[in-house]
């Protein structure tokens, strides 16, 4: 028999790629998409070396208003059944709303919020066909505290992307397939140094962070149980029970301050 085979969005790196590496070691083939092709051949080659795992690459901009629509379209003449997707390639944009340029925003918004909504829309129907599917949305803690000055459109979409799961859990969970909102807080990858923050998120404590595969091993678990929500690990799942609890003014404050240490807002 063949094997399940899921779609990783920016699976080249941090997240998607500790998620590549953990469904590989669960017996998944996979299909692997980013913007860097040598990256993902060399994904590829490591995995089919170490789990055997055949693994079909598509080189893509998500930000290109087709990118959906050519993907499956790929798929389909490589003649590749998806059982899964994990909608994970995402940035940050620093700055104010108002001082970044619309372009940027735009790109910023069909990464991540059109690419992943458009993409299950296409693929969840043959899902549900077949009695099964797994549908992960990587969004983030920044989902579910207060948004605060600077990196404006990031936790809005987060939080889309958690109602977008919830709500879509609730359709289609009695038909085989799992739909799961991911929520890692701070996590050791390249997103930092892509947006320019390293420096600033550097002086975090150490016990706020994860590595990406702690959060791609908890995310596998959750999303096989069947959760239509995952907050990784103890720290952030205090955060955002505590900001549940408290004044939304107050919540708002305190988030706004930590926020000034690792988001830029001028």
Not at 108 to 137: C, D, K, Q, S, Y
Not at 163 to 182: C, K, M, N, W, Y
Not at 183 to 195: K, L, Q, R, W
């Amino acid at each position: 028999m063949s094997k399940r085979r899921i779609l990783i969005t920016g699976a080249s790196a941090g997240i998607g790629l500790a998620c590549a590496e953990e469904w590989a070691k669960n017996g998944w083939d996979l299909v692997l998409l980013a913007r860097r092709t040598e990256r993902l051949q060399s994904l590829a080659d490591k995995l089919r070396a170490a789990h055997n795992t055949d693994s079909a690459i598509i080189a893509v901009d998500l930000s290109d208003p087709l990118a959906p629509s050519r993907i499956v379209d790929t798929l389909n003449q490589r003649g590749l059944t998806v059982d899964g997707v994990i909608n994970n390639a995402g940035y940050g944009v620093p700055g104010t709303f108002q001082t970044v340029q619309w372009r940027t925003h735009a790109d910023f918004l069909r990464v991540l919020l059109w690419a992943p909504t458009e993409l299950t829309h296409h693929l969840l129907p043959g899902m549900v066909e077949r009695g099964f599917g797994r549908v992960i949305n990587v969004a983030s803690l920044a989902g579910l505290v207060p948004s605060t000055a600077g990196h404006t459109l990031y936790g809005a979409t987060k939080s889309y992307l958690i109602r977008f799961s919830q709500s879509l859990s609730q359709e289609v969970r009695d038909r085989g397939v799992h739909v799961l909102a991911l929520c890692p807080g701070f996590t050791f990858s390249e997103f930092h140094d892509v947006n320019g923050m390293r420096s600033k998120v550097a002086t975090m404590p150490r016990f706020m962070w994860m590595t990406a595969p702690e959060v791609a091993a908890q995310a596998y678990a959750a999303s096989e149980r069947g959760d239509a929500i995952c907050v990784n690990g103890l720290f952030n799942r205090f955060v955002a029970a505590l900001t549940k609890i408290l004044p939304e003014a107050l919540a708002l404050k305190l988030v706004g301050r930590q926020a000034k240490r690792f988001r830029q807002a001028e």
